[in-house]
């Protein structure tokens, strides 16, 4: 029987795609599935987030977790926050339910002493989160950057960076 490889990284999509913009965490880990590249990634779709993904991220050896997030920058904005900056970014400004329970989450994996060491958060700057079930032209147009930063990331860890 061949040995069943672990993941090079877990990959959360966070967000509402009910809500236009909120949901691009999802759109883009639902892209991810079927990246090319020769990446082994589990992809979660975290939705709007819940204590049932407390025991994903602690056992997740690399994270990359995606969401909308305010970041007070135009919409279609990327940033890839990785480590300690990841976590100062969730424990700053919160304007949607997920974002804090994201951060609920990583606090509740660093006390039981099992915050992945390699983790990162791939924010995008939202236009709208009203009803609509696509993001708007500047989030979707944002997209491609949004997936190559990730794939770039976790190949870099994969390979030892």
Same mark, same amino acid.
Do not use: Y
């Given at each position: 029987?061949?040995?069943?490889?672990?993941?090079?990284?877990?990959?959360?999509?966070?967000?509402?795609?009910?809500?236009?913009?909120?949901?691009?965490?999802?759109?883009?880990?639902?892209?991810?599935?079927?990246?090319?590249?020769?990446?082994?990634?589990?992809?979660?779709? +975290?939705?709007?987030?819940?204590?049932? *993904? !407390?025991?994903?991220?602690? /056992? #997740?050896?690399?994270?990359?977790?995606? %969401?909308? @997030?305010?970041?007070?920058?135009?919409?279609?904005?990327?940033?890839?926050?990785? +480590?300690?900056?990841?976590?100062?970014? *969730? !424990?700053?400004?919160?304007? /949607? #339910?997920?974002?804090?329970?994201?951060? %609920?989450? @990583?606090?509740?994996?660093?006390?039981?002493?099992?915050?992945?060491?390699?983790?990162?958060?791939?924010?995008?700057?939202?236009?709208?989160?009203?009803?609509?079930? #696509?993001?708007?032209?500047?989030?979707?147009?944002? @997209?491609?950057?949004?997936?190559?930063?990730?794939?770039?990331?976790?190949?870099?860890?994969?390979?030892?960076?």
């Amino acid at each position: 029987m061949a040995a069943t490889l672990a993941p090079d990284a877990l990959i959360l999509g966070i967000g509402n795609t009910l809500l236009q913009d909120d949901g691009i965490g999802v759109h883009l880990a639902r892209a991810l599935e079927a990246a090319p590249g020769g990446l082994r990634l589990r992809v979660v779709d +975290g939705g709007t987030v819940g204590l049932s *993904l !407390l025991n994903e991220i602690e /056992t #997740a050896l690399p994270l990359v977790a995606l %969401d909308a @997030m305010e970041m007070e920058a135009p919409p279609g904005t990327v940033c890839l926050f990785t +480590g300690a900056a990841m976590d100062r970014q *969730l !424990l700053g400004r919160k304007t /949607t #339910a997920h974002e804090v329970a994201l951060a %609920d989450l @990583m606090q509740a994996a660093s006390f039981a002493g099992r915050l992945p060491t390699r983790r990162a958060l791939l924010a995008v700057q939202p236009a709208q989160t009203t009803w609509g079930l #696509a993001p708007t032209a500047d989030v979707a147009a944002a @997209m491609p950057q949004a997936l190559q930063l990730v794939l770039d990331k976790v190949r870099e860890w994969r390979d030892g960076a």
